[in-house]
């Protein structure tokens, strides 16, 4: 979900708890410096970016709100399409300029770290640590190092089986809670770059996920988001021995839990007991993110998807048949090697049968060391218009499937405020934006919502009825 790009500049908020901690446990190794945190990429970046922070924070290090203020600049960088990583060497290049007379430590993490390596020290000569997400586990060896004033550091080993545990986290987001359950992934898709960046896969057990899920309630987080690349690959190593869908049942289970989300999911792991669990538990949320990336069974072949159109849409049937309505969205690449006009009118047909809530669709971008030897054979501007024509039509759909929920009551959690519109900013359980005018104070309220009107991407609304106090959602 949100699997496009997207770029946050982690802002300054430390759960103050954990910053008082921190203090207690910092020592001098910090020694009162400033950092600056930037991520790209998807919501396992943002959450390791939060994790990263919080080591910081752990060794006296205080976050700042931009570049100018900070000692220590990192960026939590995505490699998935060339764009995002090139990017970050743009990025890299503007802060060579501006501190060419005051130089500040920088730092590159994630995966164009592992991806480039110690090139990067090549192309940005100012960069002193490179380090790969599954290096994350060596931080502070790798922040002693570079605070005993050795030049050039790098983290890159992906042979590991651990997970970046901290004990402190600085998160975000005051709503949702993001909590990584599996590392890694064993997938070798023809297109991705996540095995050769990220590592093997690697669960953490069910007793860690869940007294960490306890501790978020205890926070006052309502909504948690289970995260992995492949989330439903997860493997419990404890002696519970949970199945997924188990170990989404004992979340939803947890007093105070309200919300409960899990991204990202692979077709070929999907089972119908997720979809049984989400039916009996109504803190799991109305919202399944399944990624096809193609219609052709050809290309699905081509991609290494592992599992056919056919096979696909029995999934899709298995959700639709749920006992409450499950909104489904997905991720499709147009223009992957091979693709032909015939393959490409198979996704669209794709979007008519499956009539998917939301769509995150990409041009094909070929990267390193991935696509078994395939070339890049769809020209730029044929992938441009395939993925115009796509993108189209599911507009088509959204605005018809939006459409259909006007009159209905709906549960929203309160985002956001926009004080110029008088207007807040809700999320159903089926992850749609609702605005409805309101008041600053709703901010992180469970409010109904009557739907007025709907658009391709959001709806309208007015209030229907509120539950009042605090501490139901907001931290
Ligand atoms: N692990 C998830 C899976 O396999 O379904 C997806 C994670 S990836 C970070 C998010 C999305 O980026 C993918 O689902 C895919 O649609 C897109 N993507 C990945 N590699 C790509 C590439 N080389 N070019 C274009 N899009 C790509």
Redesign the pocket.
């Known amino acids: 979900m949100g699997?496009d790009l997207v770029q946050i500049t982690t802002a300054e908020k430390v759960q103050p708890e954990e910053v008082r901690a921190g203090a207690r446990t910092a020592s001098t190794l910090g020694n009162g410096k400033t950092f600056y945190i930037e991520t790209f990429g998807?919501a396992m970046n943002v959450h390791d970016s939060e994790k990263v922070a919080g080591t910081l924070a752990a060794r006296g290090y205080r976050p700042v709100d931009n570049h100018d203020e900070a000692d220590l600049i990192l960026y939590n960088t995505c490699s998935?399409?060339e764009k995002a990583a090139e990017k970050v060497f743009s990025r890299l290049g503007m802060l060579q300029k501006a501190y060419r007379n005051n130089p500040k430590i920088i730092g590159v993490l994630g995966c164009v770290a592992q991806q480039e390596g110690e090139g990067i020290f090549e192309r940005a000569p100012q960069v002193r640590l490179v380090c790969g997400s599954a290096s994350y586990t060596k931080l502070p060896s790798l922040l002693d190092e570079l605070e005993a004033g050795k030049r050039r550091i790098t983290g890159l080993g992906l042979e590991t089986e651990e997970c970046f545990e901290t004990e402190l986290t600085r998160r975000d987001n005051p709503f949702r809670a993001y909590l990584t359950i599996i590392e890694g992934?064993d997938?070798r898709?023809a297109?991705?770059v996540?095995p050769m960046t990220r590592g093997p896969e690697r669960s953490r057990p069910s007793d860690r996920i869940l007294a960490e899920c306890r501790r978020l309630v205890d926070d006052g987080y309502t909504e948690i988001q289970l995260l992995g690349?492949?989330v439903n690959a997860w493997k419990d190593s404890s002696p519970a021995r949970l199945s997924f869908a188990e170990l989404l049942a004992r979340v939803a289970e947890i007093a105070g839990v309200r919300r409960v989300r899990f991204a990202?999911s692979?077709p070929r792991y999907f089972t119908s007991d997720i979809v049984q669990a989400i039916d009996s538990h109504p803190a799991l949320c109305d919202q399944v993110h399944l990624?096809v990336?193609s219609g052709s069974t050809r290309i699905l072949a081509r991609m290494l998807r592992g599992y056919t159109r056919e096979e696909y849409l029995e999934k899709i049937d298995c959700i639709r048949h749920a006992r409450r309505a499950i909104s489904i969205s997905t991720?499709?690449?147009v223009g992957f090697c091979g693709e032909t006009p015939e393959d490409f009118e198979q996704t669209m047909t794709l979007l008519d049968v499956v009539e998917y809530d939301q769509v995150f669709s990409?041009?094909?971008?070929?990267?390193p060391r991935?696509a078994a030897g395939w070339g890049d054979t769809v020209p730029e501007e044929e992938k441009a218009a395939r993925l115009a024509a796509l993108q189209d039509r599911q507009r088509q759909i959204q605005l018809r499937r939006n459409q259909a929920l006007v009159g209905q009551k709906l549960e929203v959690l309160v985002e956001s405020y926009q004080p110029r519109l008088g207007q807040a900013v809700g999320r159903t359980s089926s992850n749609r934006i609702i605005n409805f005018p309101g008041a600053p104070a709703w901010v992180g309220r469970y409010m109904d919502v009557r739907v007025t009107g709907a658009g391709p991407h959001s709806l309208v609304g007015v209030e229907d009825g509120r539950e009042g106090g605090s501490g139901d959602g907001t931290n």
């Open positions: 699997t998807c998935i399409r992934c997938q898709c297109f991705c996540v690349q492949i990202t692979h990624p990336q991720d499709i690449i990409f041009k094909y971008s070929r990267r991935t």
